[in-house]
């Protein structure tokens, strides 16, 4: 058996994601979509209600599973046997990216291989910073993320409430 992993912090966790997991478990006997609890940049969701909404995006799929993790990637992917680790790249600045990651990953654990999977077209524009700053300004995301994901961008935004810098600066690397 095959399983692979699919690691980010999803925050939020949009149709660009969804797309690549969806291609993933195609290839693979099971998918791990892990969500990753404290990334060195500024979150809107906590870990909880991260690991929620991606769990509600895939709760149809039989072979994709959801589960958070900390530390390395390469060591969570050792923890629960995966032999794969799959990333999505939208632009030519993501391979640069994801190439010096896949390196530097394969220095720490050589038997963990990395699929780069090509964002489908519709989705190359699509980030999480992207979806959190058309939110946060009251724009529609609709057509960016699941309906369960728009109401809690909604609440959570109505949460913060105005006048605060709730969106920080985009690194386009979710």
């Known amino acids: 058996m095959i399983r692979a992993v699919f690691p980010g912090t999803f925050d939020p966790i949009h149709f660009g994601h969804i797309d690549i ?17 404290k990334p060195l940049k500024s979150l809107l969701f906590s870990p909880e209600d991260r690991l929620h909404l991606v769990s509600e995006s895939f709760k149809n799929e039989p072979k994709i599973r959801v589960m958070g ?22 632009v030519f600045s993501d391979f640069e990216y994801e190439f010096r990651m896949a390196l530097a990953n ?61 969106v920080p600066t985009t690194s386009l690397r979710d």
């Not at 993933?24 to 006997?29: E, K, N, P, Q």
């Not at 993790?69 to 939208?90: D, E, K, M």
């Open 69 to 90: 993790y900390s530390g390395l990637t390469v060591h969570f992917c050792q923890s629960i046997g995966a032999q794969v680790l799959v990333r999505g790249l939208r």
């Open 21 to 37: 997991a969806l291609r993933a478990a195609r290839l693979f006997d099971e998918l791990v979509v892990a969500v990753y609890d």
């Open 106 to 166: 394969h220095r720490l654990v050589e038997d963990i291989e990395v699929v780069a999977l090509i964002t489908a077209e519709e989705h190359t524009f699509l980030s999480s910073s992207t979806v959190r700053e058309i939110a946060s300004l009251g724009g529609d995301v609709s057509s960016m993320v699941p309906p369960h994901v728009e109401a809690a961008l909604r609440e959570r935004f109505k949460e913060l409430g105005d006048g605060q810098q709730i």
